[in-house]
């Protein structure tokens, strides 16, 4: 199983930016990546996801201010965030699948890492 750790999480003032990461061990990773997150009284939300080929998606409420990418050398994912807005406050988890694109299977079928807090003030 993969292990998954997260690491990058902070405080910020509105505005600011962070880079999320997400580290794996254990196996080459050949399948869909992605970072959610869960606000407080909120349901989880898919931010952003990476698949083998490249291909990348966001939500709409991060879509040009987060980015997604992965240093395959390193076994890495990272999240740029750019222009952090209160409403991005959330735990932010990683999650991946080995060997499958079908990041719809993320939520049910996906390694996940433990989460870490980004908490941004206005």
């Known amino acids: 199983q993969l292990q998954l750790v997260e690491s990058g999480g902070d405080s910020v003032q509105a505005g600011g930016s962070l880079t999320l990461s997400c580290s794996f061990a254990?196996?080459?990773?050949?399948?869909?990546m992605a970072w959610f997150r869960r606000a407080p009284e909120k349901e989880r939300e898919g931010v952003a996801t990476l698949d083998s080929k490249q291909r990348t998606s966001y939500s709409y409420s991060v879509k040009g201010r987060f980015t997604i990418s992965k240093d395959p050398h390193k076994n890495i994912l990272y999240l740029q965030m750019n222009n952090l807005q209160a409403d991005d406050t959330a735990t932010y988890y990683c999650?991946?699948?080995?060997?499958?694109?079908?990041?719809?299977?993320?939520?049910?079928?996906?390694?996940w890492g433990q989460g870490l807090q980004v908490t941004v003030s206005s």
């Open positions: 254990g196996v080459t990773y050949n399948g869909c």
């Open positions: 999650a991946a699948l080995p060997d499958s694109d079908l990041c719809e299977n993320l939520p049910d079928f996906g390694d």
